[in-house]
C-alpha cells in the first residue's frame, strides 16, 4: 500500500481493517523524511526510535481491541516552540539547543494519550518571528513548490513537511499569521481556532494577548480531526475558554446554500503587494460559492492599517516583556532578524501598549458586528504567491503581504484553503473567517471552497 497520500482518516480506517499497520506508516513516513529533509530542511530532529516504539505500541494496542481514537497510530509532527517530554525544544535558536523538557506541554501530551506517533521536531522562525534567516543553527526550511522560494512563517518546517508528503499533519502557532501563512505560500490548510480554543501550555510563547496554537494539514477533514482532539478547556492556561466544544465533523459537508458570506474587499484590492493571481483566486472563489447558493457580497470592515498596527504593537511590546533579559545578556546569540526585531519592543510605551488594547477592543467589536449579518468573511490569506529567499519581505512592515493579523488581534477562527496555483506554479489561498468559537461553521465554509476549487486534484510538488 502506497501510504504517503492517505488522509488521517484513511490511515485510521487501513490500520483498523488490517490493511497497514503504524509501523508501516511510520516506516514510510521515516523513509521520505530521509530522502528529502537534506534539500528541504524541515526537521530540526527526527525522533526515529521513539516514533517506531510508539507505532509498535499502538499496533499492540489496537490488535488488542484498545482504541484510542482517530489518531491512534498516526504519525505527526510538532513545531519545535511545543515542550516534549525528554525530547530537545530549542525555538530555533542557541539560546535553547541544550533545553530538555521535564514535562509535555498540553498539545504533545494529547497527542500522547491519543496514541500518535510523533515523527519529530520541525524548523521553525527563531522564536517564532525570526526568520527566514540562515544565521541560526538550523538551515531555514524550504518550499517544497520551489526550493528557491521561502515557505512563509513562522510555522516554516511544518509546512515543508506536509507539502512534501513527509507527514500528513503538523501543529503549527499563529501570532501573526504563522500558521495561515505557510498553509497559503504552501497549499495546505491551516487553522488558527478562536483565542483561547486550544491550551498554549507548554508552548513558548511571542505574545501572550495573540498567540494561538493549530494545525497545518493536508485537508480540512485532516483539520477537523486535529481541533477536535485538542479543543477544551484547560484551567491552567489563563487564557482558555471553558466554552463547549461541538463535533466539528456533523456540518461538515452541508455546503453554503442559504450561507451569507461577507468580504472586506477594502483589506487587499488596493494593496500594493496584491497581484493578478491572488485577486483572481479571491473572486473566483466568490463566484463559486454564489453558484453553490451562497449570498456573497462585500463588507465593510475598519481600515486595514488599524488592525496591523494594533498587532505590530502587541507583539513587540510583549515579545521585548518576554525577551528582555536575554536581550541585555545574550544579544549576540540572537540571529541577527530575530534581535533587529525583538529590539523595536524596547521602543513601545506603556501608553502606546494601552492605545493599541482599546483599539484591539474597538476591532474586535466591529468585526463581531459584521459577524451579526454573516455566518463567516472572505478575504485573502496573502497578497501574493512565495517570495524567493533572495527577495525577503520584512513581516512587520506596513506593507507585508500576508492578511493574516487582523483576527490574532480580535481572536476570531480563521482558516487558510488553497484555490489554486498562479501564473508562476505557485499556490495561493484564502482566508474564512467565523464567529468566536464557531470553527464548525469555518470548516463548513472551508470544506466547500476545497470541493468547489478542484484543489483535491491538484498534485502536490
Not at 460559492?289 to 456573497?296: N, P, S, Y
Request: aromatic share 6%; with cysteine; glycine share 10%.
Amino acid at each position: 500500500m502506497d501510504t504517503r497520500d492517505l488522509s488521517i482518516a484513511e490511515m485510521g480506517k487501513a490500520l483498523r481493517s488490517g490493511a497497514t499497520t503504524s509501523a508501516k506508516l511510520t516506516q514510510d513516513a521515516l523513509a521520505r523524511i530521509k530522502a528529502q529533509d537534506d534539500t528541504l530542511h524541515a526537521f530540526v530532529l527526527v525522533t526515529e526510535d521513539l516514533a517506531l516504539s510508539q507505532a509498535q505500541r499502538a499496533d499492540a494496542e489496537l490488535k488488542a481491541g484498545s482504541d484510542r481514537g482517530p489518531f491512534h497510530g498516526i504519525p505527526y509532527g510538532l513545531k519545535d516552540i511545543y515542550d516534549t517530554a525528554g525530547i530537545r525544544t530549542t525555538c530555533h535558536s542557541r539560546l535553547r539547543l541544550d533545553n530538555v523538557p521535564k514535562t509535555n506541554s498540553v498539545v504533545a501530551g494529547r497527542f500522547d494519550a491519543a496514541g500518535a506517533v510523533l515523527l519529530g521536531k520541525l524548523a521553525t522562525h527563531e522564536f517564532a518571528l525570526g526568520g527566514p534567516s540562515f544565521d541560526l543553527p538550523f538551515p531555514p526550511a524550504r518550499n517544497p513548490w520551489n526550493t528557491d522560494h521561502v515557505t512563509g512563517g513562522s510555522s516554516s518546517g511544518s509546512a515543508t513537511a506536509i507539502a512534501s508528503r513527509m507527514v500528513r499533519m503538523a501543529m503549527g502557532s499563529d501570532t501573526g499569521g504563522s500558521i495561515r501563512g505557510p498553509a497559503a505560500w504552501c497549499g495546505l490548510v491551516g487553522i488558527k481556532p478562536t483565542y483561547g480554543r486550544v491550551s498554549r501550555r507548554g508552548v513558548f510563547p511571542l505574545a501572550w494577548a495573540l498567540d494561538h496554537c493549530g494545525p497545518l494539514s493536508r485537508s480540512v477533514e485532516d483539520a477537523v480531526l486535529t481541533v477536535q482532539l485538542l479543543a477544551g478547556h484547560d484551567p491552567y492556561d489563563d487564557a482558555s475558554a471553558n466554552v463547549p466544544v461541538p463535533d466539528y465533523s456533523a456540518d461538515l459537508n452541508k455546503g453554503v446554500k442559504g450561507l451569507r458570506i461577507g468580504i472586506p474587499r477594502d483589506f487587499f484590492i488596493a494593496a500594493s503587494a496584491t497581484t493578478h493571481d491572488t485577486l483572481a483566486g479571491i473572486e473566483r472563489t466568490a463566484a463559486q460559492l454564489r453558484e453553490a447558493g451562497a449570498i456573497v457580497e462585500d463588507v465593510k470592515l475598519p481600515n486595514y492599517a488599524l488592525f496591523g498596527a494594533a498587532g505590530r504593537v502587541i507583539m513587540m511590546a510583549e515579545a521585548y516583556a518576554i525577551h528582555e533579559s536575554d536581550m541585555r545578556t545574550r544579544l549576540l546569540d540572537y540571529g541577527e532578524i530575530t534581535a533587529n526585531r525583538f529590539v523595536l519592543g524596547a521602543t513601545v510605551r506603556a501608553a502606546d501598549y494601552l492605545a493599541a488594547l482599546r483599539v484591539r477592543r474597538e476591532l474586535t467589536d466591529a468585526v463581531n458586528e459584521a459577524l451579526r449579518k454573516y455566518d463567516a468573511l472572505l478575504c485573502l490569506s496573502a497578497l501574493n504567491t512565495a517570495p524567493r529567499f533572495d527577495a525577503p519581505v520584512d513581516a512587520l512592515s506596513s506593507g507585508a503581504p500576508m492578511q493574516t493579523i487582523p483576527f490574532n488581534v480580535t481572536g476570531h477562527p480563521a482558516m487558510s484553503v488553497p484555490v489554486g496555483l498562479g501564473s508562476d506554479g505557485l499556490p495561493v489561498g484564502v482566508q474564512i473567517v467565523g464567529r468566536p468559537f464557531d470553527e464548525a461553521m469555518v470548516f463548513r465554509v472551508g470544506r466547500a471552497v476545497e470541493v468547489l476549487s478542484g484543489w483535491e486534484a491538484v498534485a502536490l510538488p
